[in-house]
């Protein structure tokens, strides 16, 4: 593979429901990021990790957790889910933090009913 | 707060020219990113300015003056591919990048 994939591509999800998104990089960036976007809303950062073991939280954070066990991977769980997390979630990742380029991944389609 | 402004919506011609603007109040300046997304799919970098001036690469070019909080991103010899939404994105004095909520552009034959 090159570059980052999301895993799954969209999913329809019950609320109070857990669910896993999953993204995956392989071009060896040091920093990741989850990211929802929403109509008529710019993208909004949800959680952010600078390098592998650290973690930290972005504009609207509430309602989500992620992990950095390694270097390329870098997984958002919703714990429980609810209608208002309905969205498209990219996750992104950059060289290292700050100024470098962010390249996305395809998104992740979720809906909660 | 921290804002970006772009309007919501441009219509132009095929082999046109355009110019979609970007304003911004942030915390602090550390570079201005346009991003390109096509509908369904992610967003891809387009270019990327943190001194005054114009960068040109092929035929889109930006620019951006620091002292009025303003970017335009420039598209010359407009083809039907290029419609899509242009978002324009600026990191503030955290690093963080903050977005703007993207410019969708319609191109007409």
């Known amino acids: 593979i090159a570059g980052i994939t999301q895993a799954p591509t969209s999913q329809i999800l019950a609320a109070g429901r857990r669910m896993t998104l999953r993204c995956t990089q392989d071009?060896?960036?040091?920093?990741m990021y989850w990211y929802r976007q929403d109509l008529g809303l710019g993208l909004r950062l949800i959680h952010y990790?600078?390098?592998?073991?650290?973690?930290g939280k972005g504009e609207v954070p509430d309602g989500y957790s992620v992990s950095r066990a390694n270097t390329d991977d870098f997984p958002l769980t919703l714990a429980s889910a609810v209608p208002s997390q309905t969205s498209v979630y990219f996750c992104?990742?950059?060289?290292?933090?700050?100024?470098?380029?962010?390249?996305f991944g395809p998104g992740t389609r979720l809906t909660v009913l | 707060g921290q804002n970006i402004d772009q309007p919501t919506e441009m219509t132009a011609t095929e082999g046109a020219i355009v110019q979609i603007n970007c304003t911004y109040q942030t915390s602090g300046f550390n570079g201005l990113f346009w991003y390109q997304q096509h509908a369904g799919e992610a967003p891809t970098f387009l270019s990327y300015?943190?001194l005054d001036g114009l960068e040109e690469k092929g035929r889109f070019s930006s620019f951006l003056s620091r002292s009025k909080g303003y970017s335009y991103l420039l598209l010359k010899e407009l083809q039907m591919k290029d419609s899509a939404s242009y978002l324009c994105a600026v990191t503030d004095s955290n690093y963080q990048l903050i977005w703007g909520a993207g410019t969708k552009l319609i191109i007409k034959p």
């Open positions: 071009m060896r960036h040091n920093a």
């Open positions: 990790s600078n390098t592998a073991g650290t973690t």
């Open positions: 992104a990742s950059s060289e290292a933090e700050g100024t470098d380029t962010q390249y």
């Open positions: 300015n943190v």
